[in-house]
């Protein structure tokens, strides 16, 4: 099994889960295919910037897409956004295409997606390229203490 500080503070929460380790993935839907999951169970982290040293994790199902005016809405701000990869790695510890909740180097707020719910089982980043943990969306949203909201639409 794959090392990481994602796969680490998975297997200390206790909760069930299974690593699955792929070759890295070009696209959100060549991922979901070499895992065997459809594309709705793959979620993106993507790391926002609220402020100056004040970032948030947004879990986002393949398929999706992050939709800011509900973003902003939820955390009660007017304005968001997107750090750089080198502001990324500063602010969570991984790189690009890597990032998780799991095992950052700071523990940002977590908010997922309303429409992963109702899966059975989820895939979110295992903290580096290729490596992928599959659980179930109330493991996940009870380890992070993640709020549920509608935060996307549909591509």
């Known amino acids: 099994m794959p090392d990481t500080p994602a796969t680490r503070a998975i297997a200390a929460t206790g909760i069930s889960h299974r690593v699955v380790t792929t070759e890295p993935a070009g696209s959100a839907e060549e991922s979901a295919a070499m895992q065997g999951i459809p594309l709705e169970a793959l979620l993106r982290t993507i790391v926002v910037r609220r402020g100056e040293d004040d970032y948030v994790f947004v879990l986002v199902p393949g398929g999706r897409r992050f939709d800011w005016?509900?973003?902003?809405?939820?955390l009660g701000v007017k304005r968001l956004s997107l750090p750089d990869a080198d502001e990324a790695l500063a602010a969570t510890g991984y790189e690009r295409g890597a990032i998780t909740p799991f095992g950052a180097s700071r523990a940002w707020p977590v908010v997922i997606d309303?429409?992963?719910?109702?899966?059975?089982?989820?895939?979110?980043?295992?903290?580096?390229?290729?490596?992928?943990?599959?659980?179930?969306?109330?493991?996940?949203?009870?380890?992070l203490d993640a709020a549920v909201v509608d935060v996307t639409e549909p591509e």
């Open 114 to 143: 309303a429409s992963v719910v109702s899966r059975d089982r989820v895939a979110i980043g295992g903290g580096a390229h290729g490596v992928n943990v599959h659980l179930a969306p109330a493991d996940l949203i009870a380890a």
């Open 69 to 74: 005016p509900k973003v902003r809405a939820h």
